[in-house]
């Protein structure tokens, strides 16, 4: 796990490296993430608590941050996204409760479940990781120097999350990482940031 807790530890730095923010802020919040990680991805293999709570508790965190402003909602759900890789990157992420769920029904060939699982989960992979990029670039852009110092930022941190998830998939007993899933996550991050600073761009060039 060295390698993914290490890419971990240098996209936030590089998070942190072109921010407006005090150093001593940005070494507590680098500090206090860290160790939040290490405790989610403890809980991820001590807990029998069913895989819905954790979604569940992430969504009051994030609903009741939002109450406090627009940026707090945002911030929190950037690192409760992140927070959420920590969890679901083990046994707890893994296709088995899906396939079962869908063989019990009774009527699907193995075939049909397969394609219908891995279409499915490359499909929030997509979504997951494009939309932590794009949460990422909105935080980041109010605290980073630069719109492109931004996005690159952002682009980081979401990758760096993306290699450890694929990383533990690999050491974890019953699920299988892949590097090409890294490349998807990517490609997904690229695309989000594209897309998003398109809008942002329109939005500028409209008069008011």
């Not at 992430?58 to 929190?76: E, K, P, Q």
């Not at 869908?102 to 997951?128: C, M, N, Y």
């Not at 999350?161 to 050491?171: I, W």
């Not at 090409?180 to 008011?208: H, K, Q, S, Y």
Request: a positive charge; proline letters at 3%.
């Amino acid at each position: 796990m060295a390698m993914p807790a290490a890419a971990l530890l240098l996209a936030a730095g590089g998070v942190l490296s072109a921010s407006r923010v005090l150093l001593w802020k940005r070494l507590v919040f680098l500090f206090l993430y860290v160790d939040l990680f290490a405790a989610v991805f403890f809980v991820s293999v001590e807990t029998d608590a069913p895989s819905w709570v954790p979604l569940g508790i992430a969504g009051l965190l994030v609903g009741g941050a939002w109450r406090f402003g627009r940026a707090w909602g945002l911030a929190t759900l950037f690192l409760v996204m992140g927070l959420l890789v920590a969890y679901y990157s083990g046994t707890r992420g893994s296709a088995g409760p899906m396939s079962g769920w869908l063989f019990d029904l009774g009527w699907l060939s193995p075939q049909v479940v397969e394609g219908i699982v891995i279409a499915f989960r490359k499909t929030v992979h997509v979504v997951f990781y494009g939309g932590l990029a794009a949460v990422g670039w909105m935080v980041t852009r109010e605290t980073v120097e630069g719109s492109r110092a931004a996005a690159l930022a952002a682009l980081a941190w979401a990758l760096a999350h993306a290699l450890f998830d694929e990383s533990r998939q690999m050491a974890t007993l019953g699920r299988s990482g892949s590097w090409w899933d890294v490349l998807l996550d990517g490609a997904a991050m690229v695309f989000a940031l594209i897309w998003i600073a398109r809008r942002m761009r329109g939005r500028e060039a409209v008069p008011n």
